[in-house]
């Protein structure tokens, strides 16, 4: 893990973060998909289903339930490595996808209005820390006017000295 090492690149650090995120949606699917027709692992059920011990029809419906199973959570992920930006995202199923060539991104409900606001404020990588917090608050501002978008906001920055946090009203120090 990265705990034990003096210098984490977002790289891995993304990496744990997208294998932490596969962890928890198999046991997820274990719990909601499985369980209930008593199966108590993916290995449980894909023993059964090799040995023939399930219909088809139960099988293609299980199998179709994990498929289509949703963990429910976006992570964004952003960081500096030798003075190169990165941005990353960790979507369902546990998937991991870079948007450096971009410069930025965003996930959530209001994605579309905190899009425009990053590409209206000519958004880009070699933007000081700062200037990025900044846009980066107008984006959620304007994310807001989405339904289903929360007003609640808290921003942590890894630093070399330690994670700062900010939460709610704080954000007006940025």
């Not at 199966?39 to 099988?59: C, N, Q």
């Amino acid at each position: 893990m990265t705990a034990n090492r003096r210098f984490t690149a977002v790289e891995d650090f993304v990496e744990v973060i997208k294998n932490s995120y596969q962890e928890l949606r198999q046991k997820q699917i274990v719990e909601r998909v499985l369980r209930p027709w008593g199966f108590g692992s993916l290995e449980e059920f894909y023993v059964a289903h090799g040995h023939g011990r399930l219909p088809d029809p139960v099988v293609f419906g299980i199998t179709s339930q994990i498929t289509e199973h949703t963990y429910g959570l976006e992570i964004l992920v952003g960081g500096i490595t030798f003075q190169d930006a990165h941005i990353y995202s960790v979507t369902d199923p546990g998937t991991l996808q870079c948007f450096d060539s971009i410069g930025f991104h965003v996930i959530g409900m209001g994605t579309n209005l905190a899009l425009s606001s990053l590409i209206a404020a000519k958004c880009h990588a070699e933007l000081s820390m700062p200037e990025v917090l900044m846009r980066t608050m107008d984006a959620k501002l304007a994310a807001e006017n989405a339904p289903g978008v929360g007003r609640q906001t808290d921003v942590s920055v890894i630093l070399e000295r330690g994670v700062a946090t900010l939460r709610g009203d704080q954000l007006w120090l940025i």
